[in-house]
């Protein structure tokens, strides 16, 4: 019988909204960086909770708690525009992988599907359109992430982005994509990726699930 869900993890810009079960409250409650918040099934309440962290500069993550937690996720992905991405971590034969630096920040290729598009085929075309490297191969899915951020139109959209790990044996160097604004990349082994500065939130934690899945496969 699967488990059911207890936590669901949204990043909005550098900081972090946390939906979790009651259950696992009391991991947070002694933090002074999160705020604490009851969902009672009121959905007009989530736009409060995500104005409040959105403008706060005391919060760097907010806490929604319920009994029902996938109804939760469910209201709350109701206020949003839904887009959808993939992405890749990429490792050569020297088992190093590719970060690119993107807007100031060291990032991950990745970008939105196509109509009809599936994930694991836009990860591996995003990779190869950002980096211009070819004969990628697709290996296994690492995770899934989700962040908010506003539109043209300063609609709120939420992306999910599924990155997989993808594996590179040729020889040649990154071509970069410069209208994505990706300015230069470094191959680094895992360890000193996990060091860089600065690196998105979200993409760090997707770091340390590649590392916590490559230990166990």
């Known amino acids: 019988m699967k488990k059911e869900r207890q936590r669901y993890e949204i990043y909005y810009n550098e900081k972090k909204?946390?939906?979790?079960?009651?259950?696992?409250?009391?991991?947070?409650?002694?933090?002074?960086?999160?705020?604490?918040?009851?969902?009672?099934?009121?959905?007009?309440?989530?736009?409060?909770?995500?104005?409040t962290i959105e403008n706060s500069t005391r919060f760097t993550q907010i806490v929604?708690?319920?009994?029902?937690?996938?109804?939760?996720?469910?209201?709350?992905k109701s206020l949003f525009v839904r887009i959808s991405a993939a992405g890749g971590i990429?490792?050569?034969?020297?088992?190093?992988?590719?970060?690119?630096?993107?807007?100031?920040?060291?990032?991950?290729?990745?970008?939105?599907?196509?109509k009809m598009e599936s994930f694991e085929t836009a990860a591996i075309r995003e990779c190869e359109e950002e980096v211009g490297l070819k004969g990628l191969i697709l290996d296994y899915k690492i995770t899934s992430s989700y962040h908010i951020?506003?539109?043209?139109?300063?609609?709120?959209?939420?992306?999910?982005?599924?990155?997989?790990?993808?594996?590179?044996?040729?020889?040649?160097?990154?071509?970069?994509?410069?209208?994505?604004?990706?300015?230069?990349?470094?191959?680094?082994?895992l360890q000193n990726a996990l060091q860089v500065n600065p690196i998105y939130r979200s993409i760090y934690s997707v770091l340390l699930k590649y590392q916590k899945k490559k230990a166990v496969i």
């Open 149 to 189: 951020y506003r539109e043209k139109n300063n609609k709120r959209a939420l992306k999910q982005t599924k990155w997989f790990s993808i594996l590179y044996d040729g020889v040649e160097e990154p071509i970069l994509q410069y209208e994505e604004d990706i300015e230069s990349y470094q191959w680094l082994s």
């Open 90 to 114: 990429i490792s050569n034969k020297d088992r190093e992988i590719l970060l690119i630096y993107r807007r100031s920040y060291w990032d991950l290729p990745k970008g939105k599907l196509e």
């Open 64 to 76: 929604i708690h319920t009994d029902q937690l996938f109804q939760l996720w469910l209201d709350f």
């Open 17 to 51: 909204i946390i939906l979790i079960h009651n259950e696992l409250i009391s991991n947070y409650i002694d933090r002074i960086d999160t705020l604490i918040m009851p969902y009672r099934g009121k959905v007009k309440a989530l736009f409060q909770f995500i104005d």
